[in-house]
């Protein structure tokens, strides 16, 4: 893996989890790694339950958007992480690519997506420990 790693978060609509997963990993590495998000049918904004549940732990994605998933996207990435979009994400020899199994939280309140974004906090701090443990080899 380079000295600098980067990981692309895909789910259908880049209005939820992607978003949130992004967020995370953005908060908890800094610039220790290249973060990217993106849908395969993106939305027109980032779900307003899933700002909200953000905010509620310190972290602002008001200013987010969601973006269309690219090849290059992919090819710039040395992990993929996708989140429910299914077949969507095309396949590259030498990337790692994860699944993340989440619920959805379209159509949810803040209630709803707090234990979503826990969940995706502790798959992230997962992934930061593996990839600083690539990085030292």
């Known amino acids: 893996m380079p000295d600098k790693p980067s990981v692309l978060f895909v789910c259908v609509h880049n209005a939820g989890r992607s978003q949130m997963a992004a967020a995370w990993l ?15 049918a993106p939305a027109d904004t980032v779900n307003p339950a899933v700002v909200q549940a953000m905010r509620e732990v310190g972290i602002d994605i008001s200013a987010e958007t969601p973006k269309v998933l690219t090849i290059e996207a992919v090819q710039a990435s040395d992990v993929c992480i996708t989140m429910g979009c299914g077949d969507a994400c095309p396949v590259f020899p030498g990337k790692r690519y994860l699944d993340w199994k989440l619920d959805d939280p379209a159509g949810q309140g803040t209630a709803a997506v707090r234990p979503i974004r826990d969940e995706i906090r502790k798959l992230v701090e997962d992934l930061i420990a593996e ?7």
């Open 26 to 40: 953005t908060h908890l590495a800094g610039d220790r790694v290249e973060v990217r998000s993106a849908g395969s």
């Open 131 to 137: 990839i600083a443990t690539e990085a030292d080899r």
